[in-house]
T-cell receptor
């Protein structure tokens, strides 16, 4: 099993450009999450999907949109990138709910110039 | 708002020693806590969790202690090894809130010297 995979690993954007971060899990998990991690900071939840067909805002949703494409895939879209969105983005999944072990992907390092 | 924080941002120990990583939380409504380890360039990895109806929980070489009176959480690592070098995060979940929303602390960097 690959676990949680994310693409791309690195990305550089110019202000105003758009892009989609892809995430997939092969553990048949119901719940999926997107976090961002800034230097010297803990992870902050952007959006989550409790189950296929549902998405909800986390702590810092502004400037982002998500799509739970199917049970395996959960994408994060930046419609108009801003320098404040420079960060490392992690996708995670869990069997059911946040009160369970979340399995994290390797991260996408995004720089917005 | 209230948030999870850490007493020590860095901790350096000798291989074989025991390590104690501390975490203070200010929200008394939190009733679930979890520790993650993050190695350089990787995603976080689950270590252990604990619910507020417990004071202590043990795993393999790790123990989490919860003191609700002073709102303090600690992670003890026995016989620390070089492979334990990483950033350790505690996180909390609020009772009555969304089970899906974890609030993470800023992390403690553990360095194990051989």
């Amino acid at each position: 099993n690959a676990g949680v995979t994310q693409t791309p690993k690195f990305q550089v954007l110019k202000t105003g450009q758009s892009m989609t971060l892809q995430c997939a899990q092969d553990m048949n998990h119901n719940s999926m999450y997107w976090y961002r991690q800034d230097p010297g900071m803990g992870l902050r939840l952007i959006y989550y999907s409790a189950s296929e067909g549902t998405t909800d805002k986390g702590e810092v949703p502004n400037g982002y949109n998500v799509s739970r494409l199917n049970k395996r895939e959960f994408s994060l879209r930046l419609e108009s990138a801003a320098p404040s969105q420079t960060s490392v983005y992690f996708c995670a999944s869990s069997e059911a709910g946040g009160r369970a072990e979340q399995f994290f992907g390797p991260g996408t390092r995004l720089t917005v110039l | 708002g209230e948030s999870v924080g850490l007493h020590l941002p860095t901790l350096s120990v000798q291989e074989g020693d025991n390590s104690i990583i501390n975490c203070a939380y200010s929200n008394s409504a939190s009733d679930y806590f979890i520790w993650y380890k993050q190695e350089s360039g990787k995603g976080p990895q689950f270590i252990i969790d604990i619910r507020s109806n417990m004071d202590k929980r043990q795993g393999q070489r790790v123990t989490v202690l919860l003191n609700k009176t002073v709102k303090h959480l600690s992670l003890q690592i026995a016989a620390t090894q070089p492979g334990d070098s990483a950033v350790y995060f505690c996180a909390e979940n609020l009772a009555g809130g969304s089970n899906y929303k974890l609030t993470f602390g800023k992390g403690t960097l553990l360095t194990v010297n051989p």
